[in-house]
């Protein structure tokens, strides 16, 4: 029996399986083997630009909050910040209790890009430090305002395309303990999710390479 040699569908899902387990130890890995203070650093929270609806984040006194402005395509996911200010108010038209100008964008121009790149979701990172004396249960107005210019396919050509960023999202103080829940909910999902489910497609991907279906005779 040939069994790393030809393609078949019980093959398949055994890789997926051992892929899936894999997911799920590193899953492990992130809960049993970081600090608290490396958990809640490295907890990356996603912001859609192309949603109308309020999104909400998490965030903790005198932490980390690392955000993801998800939105626009471009070649190679590459763009140029232009004036990004992001703004923390306990309420609307209240003075700012953070402002952040200028947030670093590397510009997408000094890099050497050909219209055969792949076309890339543009990320655009946040890594602030939240005041200290921010009360849990707080709920702080955020707003991202700017614009972006990034390289867009024209052909065999590329193209600049600008787009203004106007985005309002709401920030939850919590706890630290509280946001420790809010980093391992991810990890515990996968978890929950890759190990039996690696183990079904690993089970069944043996048996029916093992012990294939036979052939219905021909009436």
Known sequence: MNFFQKPSTPLLLIA????????GLVSVYTLTERTEVELINGFVQRIPLDQDHTSKIYGSAGQNLNL??????????FYSGEGLTLTLRESTGQAPILLTENLHAPGWQERSLSPSQRIGEIIIPINIQLPSDLMVGSQIHAELIGAVSYPIKNGNSLLEEHADISRSFALEVVSQE???KQVRKRPVW???VSFPLSLALIVLGARAELYPAKPRPKS
Request: charged share 10%; glycine share 16%; net charge neutral.
């Open 190 to 192: 996968i978890m929950s």
């Open 178 to 180: 509280e946001l420790l």
């Open 16 to 23: 997926f399986g051992i892929l899936l387990i894999v997911f």
């Open 68 to 77: 993801h402005i998800v939105g626009m395509r471009s070649v190679g996911g």
